[in-house]
Nanobody, 125 residues
Framework: QVQVVESGGGLVQPGESLRLSCSVS????????MGWYRQAPGQERTLVAQ???????DYADSVKGRFTISRDSAKTTVYLQLNSLKPDDTAVYFC???????????????????WGKGTLVTVSS
């Protein structure tokens, strides 16, 4: 059974920093990507940052230059460094892990999506 576990949320003041961690375990499929999404009250869940198997990264415009995503060499843990936090960054942050499962002898794959339960980040003075 695949498990995705986040940690590192908390209450900080504007301008401060946090570091979120996410570990995934239990999958025997090929790693594809991991990322962080966030959901504020009354809003949809949106992508914050993602890192692919090849190390490519993608960020939401609202966090470029302030947040940095990275992962360990084993591709089982991803980190999100949150700097210069703003009240608008307040949300529940969810970790997403994507794997590719081979579904036939021709090598076709299906993407498998797994989610953590989320960690709350509150930015307030």
């Amino acid at each position: 059974q695949v498990q995705v576990v986040e940690s590192g949320g908390g209450l900080v003041q504007p301008g401060e920093s946090l570091r979120l961690s996410c570990s995934v375990s239990g999958s025997s499929d090929r790693f594809h990507a991991m990322g962080w999404y966030r959901q504020a009250p009354g809003q949809e869940r949106t992508l914050v940052a993602q890192i692919t198997a090849s190390g490519g990264t993608d960020y939401a415009d609202s966090v470029k230059g302030r947040f940095t995503i990275s992962r360990d060499s084993a591709k089982t843990t991803v980190y999100l460094q949150l700097n210069s936090l703003k009240p608008d960054d307040t949300a529940v942050y969810f970790c997403n892990a994507q794997f590719l499962r081979v579904v036939n002898v021709e090598g076709a794959t299906r993407k498998m999506d797994y989610w953590g339960k989320g960690t709350l980040v509150t930015v307030s003075s």
